[in-house]
């Protein structure tokens, strides 16, 4: 039982260039969920799902894109990269009726 | 709105009790939250409350929640070098789907 995996752990990209961060669970958790953590600002809603076919917008969504065509997956586009979208980026999971999430390890994003 | 503020830094000996600190704005909240961030980790939830609790107990862990003055704290009883992390307080609401507020996290630093 892996839980909540990420991937890259790493990543530096250039002004413009576009990516994909994935993110993958293993414990058919209903809900997923994007953060991003800024020093100073605790971590902020970017994109969540409630279940496959279904995204809605958090806290800070301009920028990014998602899907969820399956239950396991929800990956994060960045379109088109900015400065400002340099941070740690959290994927989380969450059972329909439970209380806690689980959150994977964090993808270190570096936009120059 | 939503706003979770806590104390940026807080420094303790090896034995003594540590006390991290969250105030929130928005009284609907149904479940308040600890987590626990290590360096370079993700977040470990240590601890949650229900909203219409005063206080819970979990071995060295003590959270005491004063919903009049929209108040939360936790408390480590006996802290040891390991307890050194990021202490994050959390909100979440009815309805909110997986959709937390985070405090904007609080530095711990134990001293031999």
């Known amino acids: 039982n892996a839980g909540v995996t990420q991937t890259p752990k790493f990543q530096v990209l250039k002004t413009g260039q576009s990516m994909t961060l994935q993110c993958a669970q293993d414990m058919n958790h209903e809900y997923m969920s994007w953060y991003r953590q800024d020093p100073g600002m605790g971590l902020r809603l970017i994109h969540y799902?409630?279940?496959?076919?279904?995204?809605d917008q958090g806290e800070v969504p301009n920028g990014y894109n998602v899907s969820r065509s399956t239950t396991e997956d929800f990956p994060l586009r960045l379109l088109s990269a900015a400065p400002s979208q340099t941070s740690v980026y959290f994927c989380?999971?969450?059972?329909?009726?439970?209380?806690?999430?689980?959150f994977g390890p964090g993808t270190r994003l570096t936009v120059t | 709105g939503e706003d979770v503020e806590q104390s940026l830094f807080l420094s303790v000996r090896e034995g003594d009790s540590s006390v991290i600190n969250c105030t929130y704005t928005d009284s609907s909240s149904t479940y308040l939250y600890w987590y626990k961030q290590e360096p370079g980790a993700g977040l470990q939830l240590l601890t949650y409350?229900?909203?219409?609790?005063d206080m819970k107990q979990d071995q060295r862990l003590t959270v005491l929640l004063n919903k009049k003055d929209k108040h939360l704290s936790l408390r480590i009883a006996d802290t040891q070098t390991g307890d050194s992390a990021i202490y994050f307080c959390?909100?979440?609401?009815?309805?909110?789907?997986?959709?937390?507020?985070f405090g904007t996290g609080t530095q711990l630093k134990v001293e031999l």
């Open positions: 799902s409630v279940g496959a076919g279904i995204t």
């Open positions: 989380a999971c969450k059972p329909g009726q439970g209380t806690e999430q689980y």
């Open positions: 409350i229900f909203s219409n609790m």
């Open positions: 959390a909100e979440s609401f009815t309805g909110g789907g997986n959709k937390l507020t």
